[in-house]
């Protein structure tokens, strides 16, 4: 929770307010210490997003699925992924997911990283499809190795990801399988080209 300690009402115009974070927290998704596949455990969570109502969704990395936490609510519903928990390779699982995006309607993009690609699952779906990746590690540019980092340019209709495996980042247009390097030649170092 942010409070601000300056509550004074001549408050100086050029120093910004000095904002602090509460000192305790409160668990809002999973039980501290326990890990599990029930829907209040988590098992390595990963990454998560809060959308404009309030809702939590969780890259329940382990558990390989996505958890969405309604506001108030201690229990998720899965809504990519298999409940139980079960890693595959099918378009209804996911193999350690690690970053999301949720969109204004409630879809989901995912790096589905063990499974070197990256899902696109609909509001209320119960099966994903593949954005990118074969699913079979490699370097080509409809490829990917352990994808992780997500982000999406609205105004160019590009998704952006960190290739980690391959030490690149690719950008791929609207319904196009294969990406554009952007930074990176699939080689780890220091070099500028």
């Not at 988590?42 to 959308?51: A, F, I, K, R, S």
């Not at 209320?124 to 997500?150: E, K, M, R, W, Y």
């Amino acid at each position: 929770m942010l409070t601000k300690t300056n509550q004074t009402k001549n408050i100086n115009r050029n120093k910004p307010a000095l904002l602090r974070w509460d000192s305790e927290g409160v668990t809002i998704a999973g039980v501290n210490g326990t890990n599990g596949t029930a829907s209040n455990l988590l098992n390595l969570p990963y990454d998560l997003v809060v959308d404009w109502s309030y809702t939590l969704f969780v890259s329940d990395r382990y558990n390989n699925r996505i958890q969405k936490f309604l506001r108030g609510s201690s229990n998720a519903t899965t809504v990519a992924g298999r409940a139980d928990g079960v890693a595959g390779s099918t378009d209804t699982t996911l193999k350690e997911p690690t970053l999301l995006i949720v969109d204004d309607h409630g879809d989901i993009h995912v790096s589905d990283m063990k499974n070197s690609r990256v899902m696109f699952w609909k509001k209320n779906a119960v099966q994903g499809t593949i954005v990118t990746g074969n699913g079979v590690v490699g370097s080509s540019n409809d490829q990917l190795i352990n994808p992780h980092g997500l982000t999406y340019d609205y105004r160019s209709n590009s998704l952006f990801i960190a290739d980690h495996g391959n030490s690149r980042v690719m950008k791929y247009l609207y319904n196009s399988l294969t990406g554009i390097r952007v930074v990176g030649n699939n080689t780890c170092g220091t070099s500028t080209i």
